[in-house]
């Protein structure tokens, strides 16, 4: 008999989420996670002595459902709101904040409320399909049908106007989308942020920016060092195994009466450990070409996967402080702050990524968690974290620590002209480039999600068909990372609705 019912691989936010559904289902279940602690891009880590930061620096759309599925409150992990400003190089900002929008002017402001009334119906309209798995093409079975016309109800239920409109919109670029209802430069830069970041996208790219607006305007914020160490105890609560520094080298298919099955995996040390399934957070090529390997699957398949776009277009600067920045016009470092003055700055600086280039004049959020959260850094200290966009996994000339060096005194150097006196308190600096994040979390591509969030890798195309629904086409093994529907961010919906499948 196999020594557990379930091994996870990566304890990621999703992996953990999973783990604590299937533990709660009275499975034996196994996690490990090559890294020394868990958490994933949510992990908090010592980047300089006495300093913790994670990459994810903030949780804005985690499930609800999830939450209150697990009990994450009671773990610690308390809903939070977070400000959202817009950084104008002067004393005026715009600053979105519990619904309304200041500083664009009263026109703008008066513009955002119908604008959000109208976002938020759509957005509302899809967020129960993010807790669903999605019906596989060309399924006619009871349940898949039923899944598509509940999301069919929903969109009917909006009304003919406005269901003309939701389809219009979700196609368009996100410029064209905020210039048809703002003045302000730095409002429309503002707006537009939430459907670029983290990925390959600009303001006047089309497919995906508004759709991922929507997405992300569903779930609940928080910290993300909160979030991490709630998924941690849930998972252990409901009696997982979470087994840290123990990096997989391959999953293990063995022959059975049904044929050939993942059976369990080989870790780097050459432990063999047995389960009745193997659930990958990992990303879909990962899983597939490095740690299965593509003699079990599909050519057709196997191409589909090789062809998943998943370059990684931000960077993460961390900056150990001496004291707590002052942003020109700020009372305090708030929230997110967004340095980008208009939406030709976010286009201009992914022109220069997407021939392999960094921006002279990058374009970042910035968040100060050590404000909410004084266990990042000494007393009377603080972190600064940046994502810094764009930045190309693939650089053209490579990436060499010169290389490094430069983006990241440029990034510092764009954040200076906001916070003046910020030179003078940095006591460390680190960059990360996605080629980095790549080598340090294994996440192919440094991408954040894992696979591009675009349309043609969304909903039942998410990695691919034959892997849409969690299982894959190894019996055995599934998927439950944020490559796989409904996608990236700190969400925790992939591990829900793969803990699911598993449990069917």
């Given at each position: 008999?196999?020594?557990?019912?379930?091994?996870?691989?990566?304890?990621?936010?999703?992996g953990l989420v999973c783990a604590a559904y299937l533990g709660r289902a009275g499975q034996q279940v196994l996690v490990l996670e090559a890294a020394d602690t868990?958490?994933?891009?949510?992990?908090?880590?010592?980047?300089?002595?006495?300093?913790?930061?994670?990459?994810?620096?903030?949780?804005?759309?985690?499930?609800?459902?999830?939450?209150?599925?697990?009990?994450?409150?009671?773990?610690?992990?308390?809903?939070?709101?977070?400000?959202?400003?817009?950084?104008?190089?002067?004393?005026?900002?715009?600053?979105?904040?519990?619904?309304?929008?200041?500083?664009?002017?009263?026109?703008?402001?008066?513009?955002?409320?119908?604008?959000?009334?109208?976002?938020?119906?759509?957005?509302?309209?899809?967020?129960?399909?993010?807790?669903?798995?999605?019906?596989?093409?060309?399924?006619?079975?009871?349940?898949?049908?039923?899944?598509?016309?509940?999301?069919?109800?929903?969109?009917?239920?909006?009304?003919?106007?406005?269901?003309?409109?939701?389809?219009?919109?979700?196609?368009?670029?996100?410029?064209?989308?905020?210039?048809?209802?703002?003045?302000?430069?730095?409002?429309?830069?503002?707006?537009?942020?939430?459907?670029?970041?983290?990925?390959?996208?600009?303001?006047?790219?089309?497919?995906?920016?508004?759709?991922?607006?929507?997405?992300?305007?569903?779930?609940?914020?928080?910290?993300?060092?909160?979030?991490?160490?709630?998924?941690?105890?849930?998972?252990e609560e409901a009696g997982a195994e979470i087994r840290c520094g123990a990096a997989v080298e391959c999953i293990l298919v063995r022959a059975g009466a049904q044929?050939?099955?993942?059976?369990?995996?080989?870790?780097?040390?050459?432990?063999?450990?047995?389960?009745?399934?193997?659930?990958?957070?990992?990303?879909?090529?990962?899983?597939?070409?490095?740690?299965?390997?593509?003699?079990?699957?599909?050519?057709?398949?196997?191409?589909?996967?090789?062809?998943?776009?998943?370059?990684?277009?931000?960077?993460?600067?961390?900056?150990?402080?001496?004291?707590?920045?002052?942003?020109?016009?700020?009372?305090?470092?708030?929230?997110?702050?967004?340095?980008?003055?208009?939406?030709?700055?976010?286009?201009?600086?992914?022109?220069?990524?997407?021939?392999?280039?960094?921006?002279?004049?990058?374009?970042?959020?910035?968040?100060?968690?050590?404000?909410?959260?004084?266990?990042?850094?000494?007393?009377?200290?603080?972190?600064?974290?940046?994502?810094?966009?764009?930045?190309?996994?693939?650089?053209?000339?490579?990436?060499?620590?010169?290389?490094?060096?430069?983006?990241?005194?440029?990034?510092?150097?764009?954040?200076?002209?906001?916070?003046?006196?910020?030179?003078?308190?940095?006591?460390?600096?680190?960059?990360?480039?996605?080629?980095?994040?790549?080598?340090?979390?294994?996440?192919?591509?440094?991408?954040?999600?894992?696979?591009?969030?675009?349309?043609?890798?969304?909903?039942?195309?998410?990695?691919?068909?034959?892997?849409?629904?969690?299982?894959t086409p190894v019996p055995g093994l599934y998927l439950c990372g944020a490559g796989s529907h409904p996608g990236g961010d700190l969400v925790g919906a992939a591990?829900?609705?793969?803990?699911?499948?598993?449990?069917?």
């Amino acid at each position: 008999m196999p020594e557990y019912d379930s091994i996870i691989i990566g304890a990621g936010h999703n992996g953990l989420v999973c783990a604590a559904y299937l533990g709660r289902a009275g499975q034996q279940v196994l996690v490990l996670e090559a890294a020394d602690t868990p958490g994933g891009l949510a992990a908090t880590r010592e980047f300089h002595p006495g300093f913790r930061a994670s990459v994810a620096h903030s949780v804005n759309h985690f499930s609800a459902g999830v939450a209150a599925d697990l009990d994450l409150e009671r773990h610690g992990f308390r809903p939070q709101a977070h400000a959202l400003t817009g950084l104008d190089g002067g004393r005026r900002h715009v600053v979105l904040r519990d619904g309304n929008l200041t500083g664009a002017g009263a026109d703008d402001a008066a513009a955002y409320a119908d604008y959000a009334r109208l976002l938020q119906r759509f957005a509302d309209a899809l967020s129960p399909s993010w807790l669903k798995t999605m019906p596989r093409i060309g399924s006619s079975s009871l349940g898949d049908l039923s899944t598509f016309a509940q999301l069919g109800f929903r969109l009917l239920r909006l009304g003919k106007a406005d269901m003309r409109e939701f389809l219009r919109i979700t196609s368009l670029p996100a410029r064209d989308l905020v210039d048809e209802y703002f003045d302000s430069a730095l409002a429309k830069a503002l707006l537009s942020w939430d459907g670029l970041i983290g990925a390959k996208l600009a303001p006047r790219s089309p497919n995906s920016a508004v759709l991922a607006m929507l997405y992300r305007m569903s779930g609940i914020g928080g910290s993300v060092g909160a979030l991490a160490t709630a998924l941690l105890r849930a998972a252990e609560e409901a009696g997982a195994e979470i087994r840290c520094g123990a990096a997989v080298e391959c999953i293990l298919v063995r022959a059975g009466a049904q044929g050939l099955a993942a059976t369990g995996v080989r870790l780097d040390d050459g432990t063999e450990i047995e389960a009745s399934r193997i659930i990958s957070a990992t990303d879909p090529r990962r899983t597939f070409v490095r740690l299965l390997g593509v003699e079990y699957l599909d050519i057709g398949f196997t191409n589909r996967i090789r062809r998943l776009r998943c370059d990684g277009y931000v960077a993460k600067l961390h900056l150990a402080l001496a004291g707590l920045p002052s942003f020109d016009g700020l009372a305090a470092p708030d929230g997110r702050l967004v340095i980008a003055p208009d939406m030709d700055a976010i286009e201009f600086a992914y022109d220069d990524a997407k021939y392999g280039e960094c921006s002279k004049n990058p374009v970042m959020e910035i968040t100060v968690p050590s404000i909410t959260d004084t266990s990042l850094a000494p007393a009377g200290q603080h972190v600064l974290s940046a994502h810094v966009m764009y930045v190309p996994h693939a650089l053209k000339a490579g990436w060499s620590d010169a290389a490094r060096d430069a983006i990241r005194e440029r990034a510092i150097d764009t954040i200076a002209a906001y916070a003046p006196g910020i030179r003078g308190q940095i006591v460390h600096a680190e960059l990360l480039t996605p080629f980095d994040l790549e080598q340090r979390y294994r996440v192919t591509g440094g991408h954040w999600h894992h696979a591009e969030f675009a349309m043609d890798q969304l909903l039942m195309m998410r990695p691919t068909y034959e892997a849409a629904q969690y299982a894959t086409p190894v019996p055995g093994l599934y998927l439950c990372g944020a490559g796989s529907h409904p996608g990236g961010d700190l969400v925790g919906a992939a591990g829900h609705n793969a803990a699911r499948e598993v449990l069917r």
